[in-house]
């Protein structure tokens, strides 16, 4: 049913906005004047990654124009981890693809903004909504099949460039940017303290070394195999004797308590049961995680947190740690598959994930995460 909502609502929309930009055409983005601008919304409401890759660009329009008012439209999931960013004014909460869309529309058409940016969105809601708000000047990717409708468009013809960097290619338009490229997400003191008060009423302190492992993600085809975080989960608590985080989300809960009851250590798993905004604090306590491609990994890299990424399925050099020193990656993709499509494909065996052993994380985590940060094997 989604698949046919989806098709009839994209050529409804064509239709629409072919005749609405006769009505009222885009205007060349040459014409808006920043120093008038004063509300600007963002659309970015798609995977808790796609967010937390955007937070530059919420930092450099800040930062450039510090009278703007920006918002931006989240899936209502990551409604908490971005309430507490300092450089949003308002959040507005996707309501997927339904009637809640035509309402959305409504209320957005009332606030009279001067911008709109889709940063990361699916069409053609992103669109429609972006129109609803009455501005003639969109900025939109220009593969979107309703590119017509914008003021101006953002290309990437370097299928390498990083997803930070793609995003604020649209903050440059408008003569916005930032001096780094660090994510943000802030973690109010309240949520730390209570991740604190987690960890100590189940392990009955606060761990010196808490290290975090993320075993599972958004799909199957971005994970590590689960006998390879076994066999790390067993060296680290043995080298360490470090309990250990497991970070999943209430559909993957069983196979992170599989995990946990196969680990000889103290564990505590998520599995769903903390809101986002406390997994970020909990992640906020650890001293190392060793994630597959997936939000918590995100996470990790925008809390500073020592992070070793297992990739396969993209190319780090796209969505990887960037610009970072807390944050290394194993990627075997290129020597282990020459598929070039498998985000599409959805690989049915993990052959590139498969391709990284356990002993070269461990190497890694001997050589890089213990001179780095002070660890050091107990006795």
């Known amino acids: 049913m989604s698949d046919i909502w989806h098709k009839f609502l994209l050529t409804a929309s064509k239709a629409y906005l072919r005749r609405a930009v006769r009505r009222r055409p885009p205007r060349p983005l040459q014409e808006l004047d920043v ?3 004063c509300r600007v919304l963002l659309l970015n409401a ?6 937390l890759f955007s937070t530059p660009v919420f930092r450099a329009l800040k930062e450039t124009y510090p009278h703007w008012q920006v918002d931006v439209l989240v899936h209502p999931r990551y409604q908490d981890l971005a309430a507490p960013n300092p450089n949003l004014s308002r959040l507005w909460l996707y309501p997927g693809r339904g009637w809640g869309l035509f309402s959305l529309m409504r209320h957005v058409r009332q606030q009279q903004y001067d911008l709109v940016v ?3 969105g699916n069409d053609p809601e992103a669109t429609l909504i972006a129109w609803a708000a009455g501005t003639p000047f969109l900025i939109g990717s220009a593969k979107s099949p309703l590119a017509f409708a914008y003021a101006a468009t953002v290309s990437h013809p370097d299928p390498l460039e990083h997803a930070i960097e793609r995003r604020l290619a649209y903050a440059r ?13 802030p973690v109010p003191a309240p949520e730390r303290q209570l991740a604190r008060d987690i960890l100590v009423q189940h ?3 606060l761990p010196d070394v808490l290290v975090a492992l ?3 993600g958004s799909a199957p085809y971005k994970w590590w195999p689960q006998d390879r975080y076994a066999d790390l989960g067993r060296f680290i608590q043995d080298r360490y004797q470090a309990p250990i985080l497991i970070i999943s989300g209430k559909k993957d809960r069983s196979a992170a308590a599989e995990l946990a009851a196969r680990l000889p250590g103290p564990t505590l798993v998520t599995g769903g049961r903390y809101p986002l905004l406390t997994v970020a604090g909990l992640l906020s306590h650890c001293r190392l995680l060793v994630a597959n491609d997936s939000g918590p990994l995100h996470m990790a890299l925008a809390l500073g947190v020592p992070t070793i990424a297992l990739l396969g399925a993209d190319h780090p050099a796209r969505i990887g740690p960037y610009q970072v020193e807390a944050a290394t990656f194993l990627y075997a993709k290129d020597s282990a598959c020459p598929e070039p499509d ?3 494909r959805r690989c049915p065996d993990n052959r590139c994930l498969k391709a990284i052993t356990t002993q070269e994380v461990i190497t890694t985590i001997q050589s890089w995460w213990e001179p780095h940060f002070g660890v050091n094997e107990k006795q």
């Open 214 to 216: 993320h075993p599972t």
């Open 203 to 205: 392990f009955g302190s």
């Open 173 to 185: 338009l408008v003569g916005a940017d930032t001096s780094t490229r660090h994510l943000d997400l």
């Open 342 to 344: 498998c985000l599409t």
């Open 35 to 37: 120093a008038g601008v």
């Open 118 to 120: 889709i940063l990361h």
């Open 46 to 51: 798609t995977a808790l990654g796609d967010l």
